[in-house]
C-alpha cells in the first residue's frame, strides 16, 4: 500500500462515489477502483459494500479512514517543511482564501495590506462568496481554507469556531430612535428588511426568524451582494440585518444607524473551514493568525460601543 492508494481511498470515502473520486483524482474509474481493490486484497478486508446509489464504508473502512487523515496532513506538512517554507523571514508561497463579503467590507484591509508589508513574497488571492459557495471551493481545492458559518455536512471538512459575533440592523434613517440603543426585531414599526435568499445561511436563518413569528417585517426584499445591500440600505429606509465585522470601522459615521439587536438572539458564529488532507501551509497559519488578532480588535471596538452607549452585550 502507498500514498496514492491511501489518497484515492479517501477520495472514495469523502466521495461516497467511485466516479466522484475518479473525477475529483482525475483518474479513470477503473483505475482508482483497481487500486482499492488492491488494498482489500492485500490485507483481506473489504472496505467499501459497493451499492446502486454509490458506495458504503464497512467498519473495517470507517477506522481505516481515521488512520489515514493524519498520515495525509502529516504528509502535507512534511512536504511544505522540505521546501524551506517554514522559514518565516523569507515567507513565500501561494495562498488561495474564500471569504464572506460582510469580512471583507469590514476587516479585509486592516488584515490584508499590514500581512503584504510584512511577507512581500506570498501572493494572496481573495475570493469572496456566501458560505455554501466558499464550502464548494473548499471541497474542489479551489481555495486552501474559508471563513463562512457552519456548513451543514462535514464531509471531510475541519471546521474550527474562530469568531462569536454579534448581529446589528443597520439603516441610513432612524429605525429604533438614536443609534446604538438595542433593537427589539418584533417592535420595530413598519420594518423594511434587506435578506440575502433564502437558500443562503444566513438568509435562511433568518427567513425561519421572521416564519415563527420572532422578526416581524411589514416588507421583504432579496439582494445577494453584500454591496448591493449595505448601499441601498445606507441611502433608504430599508434595514439590513448584518455582522458587526462588516461595521465595526464605521460606528462614527453620520449617515448610518447601527442598532446592536437585542431580540431575537441571531448566532453569527464564523468558522474556519479547510480540506482535511490540506491543512494551512505556514504562509496560511500565519495569514489566519493575523485575521485572528484583527477579530480581537474587532471585540475591542464593540466593548467601547458598550461602555460608551451602555446597551446589552
Same mark, same amino acid.
Request: some cysteine; proline content about 5%.
Given at each position: 500500500?502507498?500514498?496514492?492508494?491511501?489518497?484515492?481511498?479517501?477520495?472514495?470515502?469523502?466521495?461516497?462515489?467511485?466516479?466522484?473520486?475518479?473525477?475529483?483524482?482525475?483518474? /479513470?474509474? *477503473?483505475?482508482?477502483?483497481?487500486?482499492?481493490?488492491?488494498?482489500?486484497?492485500?490485507?483481506?478486508?473489504?472496505?467499501?459494500?459497493?451499492? !446502486?446509489? =454509490?458506495?458504503?464504508?464497512?467498519?473495517?473502512?470507517?477506522?481505516?479512514?481515521?488512520?489515514?487523515? $493524519?498520515? !495525509?496532513?502529516?504528509?502535507?506538512?512534511?512536504?511544505?517543511? %522540505?521546501?524551506?517554507?517554514?522559514?518565516?523571514?523569507?515567507?513565500?508561497?501561494?495562498?488561495?482564501? =474564500?471569504? $464572506?463579503?460582510?469580512?471583507?467590507?469590514?476587516?479585509?484591509?486592516?488584515?490584508?495590506?499590514?500581512?503584504?508589508?510584512?511577507?512581500?513574497? @506570498?501572493?494572496?488571492? &481573495? *475570493?469572496?462568496?456566501?458560505?455554501?459557495?466558499?464550502?464548494?471551493?473548499?471541497?474542489? =481545492?479551489? /481555495?486552501?481554507?474559508?471563513?463562512?458559518?457552519?456548513? *451543514?455536512?462535514?464531509?471531510?471538512? &475541519?471546521?474550527?469556531?474562530?469568531?462569536?459575533?454579534?448581529?446589528?440592523?443597520?439603516?441610513?434613517?432612524?429605525?429604533?430612535?438614536?443609534?446604538?440603543?438595542?433593537?427589539?426585531?418584533?417592535?420595530?414599526?413598519?420594518?423594511?428588511?434587506?435578506?440575502?435568499?433564502?437558500?443562503?445561511?444566513?438568509?435562511?436563518?433568518?427567513?425561519?426568524?421572521?416564519?415563527?413569528?420572532?422578526?416581524?417585517?411589514?416588507?421583504?426584499?432579496?439582494?445577494?451582494?453584500? @454591496?448591493? !445591500?449595505?448601499? %441601498?440600505?445606507?441611502?433608504?429606509?430599508?434595514? /439590513? %440585518?448584518?455582522?458587526?465585522?462588516?461595521?465595526?470601522?464605521?460606528?462614527?459615521? *453620520?449617515?448610518?444607524?447601527?442598532? $446592536?439587536?437585542?431580540?431575537?438572539? &441571531?448566532?453569527?458564529?464564523?468558522? %474556519?473551514?479547510?480540506?482535511?488532507?490540506? $491543512?494551512?501551509? @505556514?504562509?496560511?497559519?500565519?495569514?489566519? !493568525?493575523?485575521?485572528?488578532?484583527?477579530?480581537?480588535?474587532?471585540?475591542?471596538?464593540?466593548?467601547?460601543? @458598550?461602555?460608551?452607549?451602555?446597551?446589552?452585550?
Amino acid at each position: 500500500m502507498d500514498l496514492k492508494q491511501i489518497s484515492y481511498f479517501m477520495w472514495v470515502y469523502e466521495e461516497g462515489s467511485f466516479s466522484k473520486a475518479a473525477a475529483k483524482a482525475n483518474v /479513470v474509474q *477503473s483505475a482508482l477502483s483497481m487500486q482499492i481493490r488492491r488494498i482489500e486484497d492485500e490485507f483481506g478486508v473489504l472496505l467499501f459494500n459497493r451499492l !446502486a446509489r =454509490g458506495v458504503e464504508p464497512t467498519p473495517a473502512g470507517r477506522k481505516f479512514y481515521e488512520r489515514c487523515v $493524519p498520515i !495525509a496532513r502529516n504528509f502535507a506538512l512534511a512536504k511544505e517543511e %522540505l521546501a524551506g517554507a517554514s522559514d518565516l523571514a523569507n515567507l513565500s508561497g501561494e495562498i488561495r482564501v =474564500g471569504l $464572506p463579503g460582510s469580512f471583507n467590507r469590514g476587516v479585509l484591509q486592516n488584515v490584508l495590506l499590514p500581512f503584504m508589508d510584512r511577507y512581500p513574497d @506570498v501572493h494572496l488571492t &481573495i *475570493s469572496e462568496a456566501y458560505t455554501g459557495t466558499l464550502i464548494d471551493w473548499v471541497r474542489e =481545492g479551489n /481555495v486552501d481554507f474559508a471563513l463562512g458559518v457552519r456548513p *451543514s455536512e462535514e464531509g471531510g471538512l &475541519i471546521q474550527k469556531l474562530i469568531y462569536r459575533d454579534r448581529v446589528v440592523l443597520m439603516s441610513g434613517t432612524p429605525l429604533n430612535g438614536p443609534a446604538f440603543h438595542s433593537c427589539d426585531l418584533c417592535k420595530v414599526e413598519g420594518l423594511k428588511l434587506i435578506l440575502p435568499a433564502h437558500n443562503q445561511s444566513f438568509g435562511s436563518l433568518v427567513q425561519d426568524y421572521i416564519d415563527k413569528g420572532h422578526i416581524k417585517a411589514a416588507k421583504l426584499i432579496e439582494i445577494n451582494g453584500t @454591496v448591493g !445591500a449595505f448601499e %441601498l440600505a445606507r441611502h433608504s429606509d430599508w434595514g /439590513v %440585518l448584518t455582522p458587526f465585522i462588516a461595521l465595526c470601522r464605521e460606528t462614527d459615521r *453620520s449617515d448610518i444607524h447601527i442598532y $446592536p439587536v437585542s431580540n431575537p438572539e &441571531i448566532p453569527f458564529d464564523l468558522y %474556519l473551514v479547510y480540506d482535511k488532507r490540506r $491543512p494551512p501551509n @505556514v504562509a496560511a497559519r500565519q495569514f489566519i !493568525a493575523a485575521i485572528q488578532a484583527e477579530l480581537r480588535a474587532v471585540d475591542q471596538i464593540w466593548q467601547s460601543l @458598550v461602555d460608551v452607549h451602555n446597551f446589552e452585550p
